[in-house]
């Protein structure tokens, strides 16, 4: 039994990781296809049918490409950036719920690659290490134009990670768990967050744009002021690891969305379907069934607002550093501290008379 439970888990474990690189790869692809459908052109269309080999396409020529180390950089430390980037960014799927459980030989293992109760602090843990692999990219690289992109995401990854934090702090009161798991359960038969949390979904989406230096909070890597940020001296598959750990982050932060906000595996009538599924294909298929139909719910969206991200990068042009900074100190924190103390009243006042009203 413990042998079964163990090999499920291992498998789930590499599905989950080799899913989400699938998903960062064919991201790229699917940005300049984005790209291409609002600036009315096509896109990349010849490699592959539909230009779906481009990603391949794109990998190949990194690999191939000359690996350079400036002569005056840190060899080890400009070598551990990028990776460090790389491995931050795939960390953070291990404990996100992807659906619910799977049956085999009578064992009921949950499609989650880590099941824990503190999950939520777990990738509050390993995004916040994150930013130390632009900061020892920048630095490592010994060029002027790198540290100041790397200065400015160490910055900015601070001041937005608190408002994402407090915004956070409200969903946490309101499931009373730190569990991913936990939380998506009580989101169950339609009963999302976003329908209590609007204004703290709003702060944690713009906080997930800065985290994720997406446009328009994408001051690290700004080419008009920074010839190429933080990643300036980086070249071959190196700089492939840091556009590559942009889009798993792009993908996690989706994910997590979709589980705070949007009930993850959840979805409207999903209680029938699993009634129907099971009467009419037995208890354990019809089961195993309703969970990839779940799974397949829970990836829908994320993948919507992985094109919300690339809508927006081709939508709004990028901040002044000053006024990224006014909108996460002098607006996000403030309201988000203020959607904590709506939040608490909420629950102390609003919760026992619906209570009350329902019973």
Known sequence: MELTVFIIKS??????????????????????????????????????????????ADAGKMFFKEDFIPAMASKWLFIAGPSLAMLTALLASAVIPFGSTVRFNGVEVPLQGVESNIGILYVFGVVALGVYGIMVGGWASNNKFS??????????????????????????????????????????????????????????????FAECNRVPFDLPECETELVGGYHTEYGSMKLGFYLFAEYINMF?????????????YNYPGMDWVYTQLTSALGTGMGHNIATLIGTAVFFGKAI????????????????????????????????????????????????????????
């Open 252 to 264: 996690i932060s989706s994910a997590i969305i979709s589980t705070l906000y949007f009930g993850g």
């Open 147 to 208: 540290l100041l992109g790397a200065i400015r995401a160490a910055s900015q990854n601070i001041s937005y990670e608190i408002a994402m934090g407090l915004s956070l702090i409200a969903v946490l009161m309101m499931s009373s768990s730190l569990s991913l798991g936990e939380i998506v359960s009580q989101q169950h038969g339609g009963n999302w967050n976003i329908f209590y949390q609007p204004l703290g979904f709003i702060i944690f989406l713009t906080c997930s």
């Open 11 to 56: 498998i789930t474990i590499l599905v989950v990781f080799a899913l989400t690189l699938v998903i960062a790869m064919y991201s790229t692809w699917g940005e300049r296809k984005v790209a291409g459908f609002i600036q009315d052109r096509e896109g990349p269309n010849r490699a592959g049918w539909g230009g779906l080999l481009q990603p391949l």
């Open 304 to 359: 919507f607002f992985i094109f919300f991200y690339m809508w927006v990068r081709w939508t709004i042009p990028r901040f002044r550093y000053d006024q990224l900074m006014n909108l996460g100190w002098k607006k996000l924190i403030p309201l988000a501290v203020i959607n904590i103390i709506l939040t608490a009243a909420g629950i102390l006042f609003l919760r026992p008379l619906i209570d009350q009203i329902l019973n």
